[in-house]
């Protein structure tokens, strides 16, 4: 006992002078949530990276990773093994110290290599770090959602990590015991339970910080995968929060030019990681000529891809305020589009920019979104779909009052500057606290009509709250047209890369805000 407490210690102490230096994973983002548990565990020894320079923090850590980790983390020696397995010294102690039982992992080594469930996770973890620590079903058990999925077997470790602190559920408040677990996930709880352990009261005067973890900005479709929704959050396909920001094209037939490889590449250049391909359905785009216009919207997608962009595919209704009058059109687009795209992670779908007029959310635009969901959802069962609602995208009051069913769904919310304030914003605030995901997939800094200012003072408030609040946004627009909110600077060429000349004062100021 006492060479585990001074190998305990020593590990600790290790921890403490390991300080910040990077180990420099080539794919452990500066800054992410993460990366300081990451790279502490990695100076301290307990848990190493591949050989090839990545440590893989989203991959789902198996058995023998994270067994053999909490033992170093315990101090707890190797003993002779029952197979040749890299791990199985380590496993093998731990199944004799009472961390878990046998048909939970069997020593002869079939589930060492395969992921570890959440739930024996914690398990290990609370009997190796904090085996004094006891769950309360009263007080813990409302916490998780999903309690009722956990085998009986684990109800006691699990609860115990949720009053230690060392877990907490998702947005949604599940803790999906039968999932696996990431490797920066595994490293964050350890992490969290040597501390405690190491003598760190458990009802902390500094509570362990909620790990709201801090929202990544950028990133492409390569770094961040499937985009998914959590709660109110956009995250990326590994579960982290995920902020998505760039450029909405003008309506794609009348600037085709500025939707091309070059332009797109252009405000990636700039830390943009989205671009939405505004398709505007009457006033000669789509409807008047399906086949060009949608080839058009092909060849914009298709370079926004090759740029490792999120591209959103925005059915652009506006003069039709009811996105009912075309709902037939709309179901056969989304329905060709979505096969095309199905396979790739970088789409998301905007069923209709802005219903105005005489249009409702419950009478109108929410009939419409179930009418389309299931014709995208037939190729593409997990993209992100976007719903625009009454009132120019902005009656989201309504719609939280009666929300959709289905996975990755979120809710447009468009503003301009010079026109909209502090009670949107109040609106959205409040509909955000209600656990509605919200995107912006278009605001401007102008007035509603695209026009007047530019309204930079407003637009930093507005931006301050979106960045706040995690959010994600495509500004209004792409092109050079003579009116406050473009982007560009008449002429802009299309074909050369863009320097801050190139930029309107809108376009400066935009384009200075894709990093935050
Ligand atoms: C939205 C539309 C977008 C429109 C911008 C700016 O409309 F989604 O299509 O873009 O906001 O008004 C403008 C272009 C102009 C073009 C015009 C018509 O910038 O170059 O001539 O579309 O195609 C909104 C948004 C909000 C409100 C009104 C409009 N509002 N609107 O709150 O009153 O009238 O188009």
Known sequence: MKRQLFLFLSVLCALVFAG??????????????????????????????????????????????????????????????????????????????????????????????????????????MR???????????????????????????????????????????????????????????CIML???????????????????????????????????????????????????????????????????????????????????????????????????????????????????????????DWHILSDGNPMSHAAEAREFFSKIARRYQDSPAVLYELCNEPNGDVTWERDVKPYAQQIIPAIREYAPRSVILVGSSTWSQDLHMVSQSPLEGENLMYTFHFYAGTHGADLRQRVERVLDAGLPVFVTEWGTSRADGSGGVFLKESEEWLDFLNKRGVSWANWSLCDKDETSAALRPGASPNAAWTQADLSESGNYVFSKFKG
């Open 128 to 186: 190796a770090l904090l085996p004094q620590v006891r769950g309360d079903f009263n007080t813990e058990s409302p916490k998780l959602k999903d309690f009722p999925q956990l085998d009986g077997r684990y109800y006691e470790p699990v609860l115990a990590a949720y009053v230690a602190g060392v877990v907490r559920g998702d947005a949604d408040g599940n803790f999906h015991p039968r999932s696996s677990l990431s490797r920066a996930e595994a």
């Open 191 to 313: 992490q969290k339970a040597m501390k405690l352990a190491g003598g760190a009261p458990l009802e902390p005067e500094d509570p362990v910080p909620p790990e709201q973890p801090a929202v990544k900005v950028g990133g492409g479709v390569s770094e961040n995968g499937w985009l998914q929704v959590k709660g109110a959050q956009l995250c990326n396909e590994t579960g982290e929060p995920v902020v998505l920001r760039g450029m909405s094209s003008h309506g794609l037939h009348w600037y085709e030019q500025y939707t091309n490889r070059q332009s797109i590449q252009n405000t990636a250049q700039f830390g943009a990681n989205l671009f939405r391909v505004a398709m505007y359905t009457e006033a000669g785009g789509y409807l008047s000529n399906p086949d060009a216009v949608t080839d058009m919207l092909i060849r914009a997608v298709d370079a926004a891809i090759e740029s490792d962009m999120y591209v959103i595919i």
């Open 20 to 125: 910040r230096a990077s180990a420099a994973f080539t794919d452990v983002t500066p800054g992410a949530w993460y990366e300081a548990a990451v790279t502490e565990m990695e100076q301290a020894g307990l848990l190493s990276g591949y050989p090839n320079g990545r440590f893989g923090p989203g991959d789902p850590i198996s058995a023998a990773q994270f067994v053999s980790a909490a033992a170093r983390c315990a101090g707890l020696e190797p003993v002779q093994g029952q197979t040749g397995h890299w791990a199985s010294g380590a496993l093998q102690a731990a199944l004799q110290a009472g961390w878990y039982d046998w048909d939970e992992l069997p020593p002869t080594g079939e589930g060492f290599d395969r992921p570890i469930s959440r739930q024996l996770a914690v398990k290990i973890l």
